[in-house]
């Protein structure tokens, strides 16, 4: 393609790559909504990221570029930005909408996870858990801020035969509420009932 045997290039991870062909004056986006509404607070951030390389990777010689960006919803205000490269726009609209939902930077993230071969079983142990974690929350550490989603599906239910669910908690990250998941988490843990349900927390993760 670099050497011009090749007219058209299609992939999955062109981005990723860096690849800089000075050549390309057509880039397309084919399903942009994947990326735009993914299960994740992130996904207007990583979907703007992505738009915005994308776009840059044409025109990038003496020729003027084209972008064409596929979507079910074109009026969609990350996807405009991201064409026009507007920076500041995307953080000021992303930084009010992180403070008003009580997402990052302005709370963390906790995300306990629950995996098991019974899906009931599972969802079961799921709502225990909440349960446990309610009851010590309330009788233990009535001032700790907390926002508790869930139990939800995770955004791949099954995996290698095994179902999973989760919670999200939005909350500080501090030594109180650290003890608090951790005395959650060995109540749930002498549980016989749900011993056969893997139980986890991941502060702050990649996905939620």
């Known amino acids: 393609f670099s050497n011009g045997e090749y007219d058209i290039l299609v992939g999955t991870q062109m981005v990723a790559k860096g690849?800089?062909?000075?050549?390309?004056?057509?880039v397309g986006v084919l399903n942009?909504?994947?990326a735009l509404y993914a299960d994740d607070y992130r996904s207007y951030e990583r979907a703007f990221s992505l738009l915005t390389q994308v776009v840059g990777r044409s025109g990038r010689g003496k020729e003027k570029g084209v972008a064409v960006i596929q979507s079910y919803t074109p009026d969609n205000l990350i996807i405009?930005?991201?064409?026009r490269q507007?920076?500041?726009?995307?953080y000021e609209t992303e930084i009010k909408m992180r403070e008003m939902m009580l997402y990052p930077p302005f709370a963390d993230i906790c995300?306990?996870?629950?995996?098991?071969?019974?899906?009931?079983?599972?969802?079961?142990?799921a709502a225990r858990?909440?349960?446990?974690?309610?009851?010590?929350?309330?009788?233990?550490h009535p001032n700790l801020p907390l926002r508790i989603l869930g139990p939800s599906p995770a955004l791949v239910v099954k995996v290698s035969n095994k179902f999973r669910y989760k919670l999200?908690?939005?909350?500080?990250?501090?030594?109180?509420?650290?003890?608090?998941?951790s005395g959650a988490l060995l109540g749930f843990g002498e549980e016989k009932e749900f011993q056969r349900v893997t139980a986890y927390a991941d502060m702050n993760a990649l996905v939620c």
């Open 19 to 26: 690849l800089d062909f000075p050549n390309v004056t057509l």
């Open 111 to 125: 995300l306990v996870g629950f995996v098991g071969e019974n899906q009931q079983l599972t969802l079961r142990a």
């Open 168 to 181: 999200i908690i939005k909350c500080r990250n501090n030594r109180e509420f650290r003890a608090l998941l």
């Open 86 to 90: 507007d920076y500041e726009a995307f």
């Open 32 to 34: 942009t909504d994947h």
């Open 80 to 83: 405009g930005m991201a064409a």
């Open 129 to 140: 858990f909440l349960d446990i974690f309610v009851g010590m929350a309330r009788s233990e």
